[in-house]
């Protein structure tokens, strides 16, 4: 009978193995993909979304079709359980897949533990195709007045949401919104000094407000609570506060390593189980903490396709090597941005077309293969 391989979510680190599925399904293998949409979204444009730079089209993978054309098959349903042993996985649409192979690329999700009752407009960073509705949520709401954002969180993604949203309050026929960051502590408290200051200049030149030393402890629509019970009143709410690796891995049993992602070895396969890789946020590399960028799930991607069909045809696997440090460049949303790498800190309009260019290029190579 034909091997099976499954490829749980079609993230950052499976785009090379679909862009050459044909490989895997001209061996005869039989090749499933499961995601809950038909197309995968880049988040390193996502922010760019948000503020119309980007069309949706143009920040996203055509997962299905480029699946389906390779000769695999796409699952449109969501992965909620992994069986190591049985060899299956479990979809919520109730059917189950068995693998010989199985390669989890699930990422991570904002946690939500902040949240309480429902979703309605506050807008988690992650699924970034949200990104999408919040946009439009923020056109409906701004050609009527002035609307109060807030965003909740310090890091990157905070930064650049709040950036891009100001861009999008500079379209015609809006009332310019009123942006807060809830920064927790402080702004980019785990960068070098220069991109904390360049962002802090950029953020205040366009009044957007940083509240520092202000933990929020509960947000709910329309309002937010900070850890001293001070109550703010808001229209929309982003939530920006990092991530966590996918819980489906830990919660089937799998071992999993300090941040909560899949433990895996330099083969990026399970330290416990053999025939499960897997790439990007939802996974801990024994070796070495990673950050939960997408530089790394984009680094794996030539190893987890080599060590998938190696797992399949009984060939040596290979060990990844994460590299050195990463170059990092935030969209600011005025067209400026923010790059960092070493001790080397650059901003304004440069910045930001290294970023356009660098992401641009991206999108076309993986697009290619659609
Ligand atoms: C706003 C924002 C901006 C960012 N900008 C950058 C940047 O500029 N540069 C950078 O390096 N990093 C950036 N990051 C970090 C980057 O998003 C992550 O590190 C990267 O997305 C990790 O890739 P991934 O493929 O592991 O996860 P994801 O991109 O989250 O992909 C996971 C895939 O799995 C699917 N999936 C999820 N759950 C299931 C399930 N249960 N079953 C099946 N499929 C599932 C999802 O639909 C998705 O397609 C940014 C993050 C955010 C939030």
Same mark, same amino acid.
């Given at each position: 009978?034909?091997?099976?391989?499954?490829? %749980?979510?079609?993230?950052? #680190? /499976?785009?090379?193995?679909?862009?050459?599925?044909?490989?895997?399904?001209?061996?005869?293998?039989?090749?499933?993909?499961?995601?809950?949409?038909?197309?995968?979204?880049?988040?390193?444009?996502?922010?760019?979304?948000?503020?119309?730079?980007?069309?949706?089209?143009?920040?996203?993978?055509?997962?299905?079709?480029?699946?389906?054309?390779?000769?695999?098959?796409?699952?449109?349903?969501?992965?909620?359980?992994?069986?190591?042993?049985?060899?299956?996985?479990?979809? &919520? $649409?109730?059917?189950?897949?068995?693998?010989? %192979?199985?390669?989890?690329?699930?990422?991570?999700?904002?946690?939500?533990?902040?949240?309480?009752?429902?979703?309605?407009?506050?807008?988690?960073?992650?699924?970034?195709?949200?990104?999408?509705?919040?946009?439009?949520?923020?056109?409906?709401?701004?050609?009527?007045?002035?609307?109060?954002? =807030?965003?909740?969180?310090?890091?990157?993604?905070?930064?650049?949401?709040?950036?891009?949203?100001?861009?999008?309050?500079?379209?015609?026929?809006? /009332?310019?919104?009123?942006?807060?960051?809830?920064?927790?502590?402080?702004?980019?408290?785990?960068?070098?000094?220069?991109?904390?200051? @360049?962002? =802090?200049?950029?953020? #205040?030149?366009? &009044?957007?407000?940083?509240?520092?030393?202000?933990?929020?402890?509960?947000?709910?629509?329309?309002?937010?609570?900070? #850890?001293?019970?001070?109550?703010?009143?808001?229209?929309?709410?982003?939530?920006?506060?990092?991530?966590?690796?996918?819980?489906?891995?830990?919660? &089937?049993?799998?071992?999993?390593?300090?941040?909560?992602?899949?433990?895996?070895?330099?083969?990026?396969? &399970?330290?416990?189980?053999?025939?499960?890789?897997?790439?990007?946020?939802?996974?801990?590399?024994?070796?070495?903490?990673?950050?939960?960028?997408?530089?790394? #799930?984009?680094?794996?991607?030539?190893?987890?396709? /080599?060590?998938?069909? %190696? $797992?399949?045809?009984?060939? @040596?696997?290979?060990?990844?090597?994460?590299?050195?440090?990463?170059?990092?460049?935030?969209?600011?949303?005025?067209?400026?941005?923010?790059?960092?790498?070493?001790?080397?800190?650059?901003?304004?309009?440069? =910045?930001?077309?290294?970023?356009?260019?660098?992401? @641009? @290029?991206?999108?076309?190579?993986?697009?290619?293969?659609?």
């Amino acid at each position: 009978m034909n091997k099976k391989l499954v490829l %749980a979510g079609g993230g950052h #680190a /499976h785009m090379l193995t679909l862009a050459h599925l044909d490989e895997f399904t001209n061996k005869g293998f039989e090749v499933t993909v499961i995601g809950p949409d038909t197309h995968h979204y880049y988040s390193g444009m996502g922010p760019g979304m948000l503020g119309g730079i980007y069309r949706p089209e143009e920040i996203r993978f055509a997962t299905r079709d480029l699946v389906e054309k390779k000769g695999g098959i796409f699952k449109q349903s969501q992965v909620i359980r992994i069986e190591p042993v049985q060899q299956t996985v479990q979809l &919520s $649409s109730g059917e189950v897949i068995p693998y010989d %192979a199985l390669s989890c690329n699930l990422g991570s999700q904002v946690p939500d533990d902040l949240v309480q009752g429902s979703l309605d407009d506050i807008f988690l960073v992650k699924p970034i195709e949200r990104l999408y509705r919040a946009a439009q949520r923020i056109r409906e709401l701004s050609t009527k007045k002035n609307i109060k954002i =807030a965003v909740v969180g310090s890091g990157p993604s905070a930064v650049e949401i709040a950036g891009n949203i100001w861009r999008l309050g500079q379209e015609p026929n809006m /009332h310019e919104p009123v942006i807060t960051v809830f920064a927790g502590r402080s702004l980019l408290p785990s960068h070098p000094t220069g991109v904390q200051q @360049r962002a =802090a200049t950029s953020l #205040a030149a366009r &009044s957007i407000k940083v509240m520092k030393n202000c933990r929020i402890a509960e947000i709910q629509t329309g309002q937010l609570t900070d #850890a001293q019970g001070t109550r703010y009143d808001v229209d929309l709410i982003f939530v920006a506060v990092g991530v966590r690796p996918n819980r489906v891995i830990g919660e &089937s049993g799998i071992p999993t390593g300090p941040q909560g992602g899949m433990l895996v070895n330099r083969y990026l396969h &399970s330290t416990q189980y053999k025939n499960i890789f897997g790439g990007g946020d939802c996974i801990d590399f024994q070796d070495r903490p990673l950050d939960k960028v997408g530089v790394y #799930a984009v680094r794996q991607n030539p190893l987890l396709k /080599h060590n998938l069909m %190696a $797992s399949l045809t009984g060939e @040596r696997l290979r060990a990844f090597e994460p590299g050195g440090k990463y170059l990092l460049i935030f969209n600011l949303g005025d067209n400026t941005g923010i790059l960092s790498k070493w001790s080397v800190v650059v901003g304004g309009r440069l =910045a930001f077309f290294v970023k356009d260019w660098i992401d @641009r @290029r991206f999108m076309r190579t993986f697009q290619a293969f659609e």
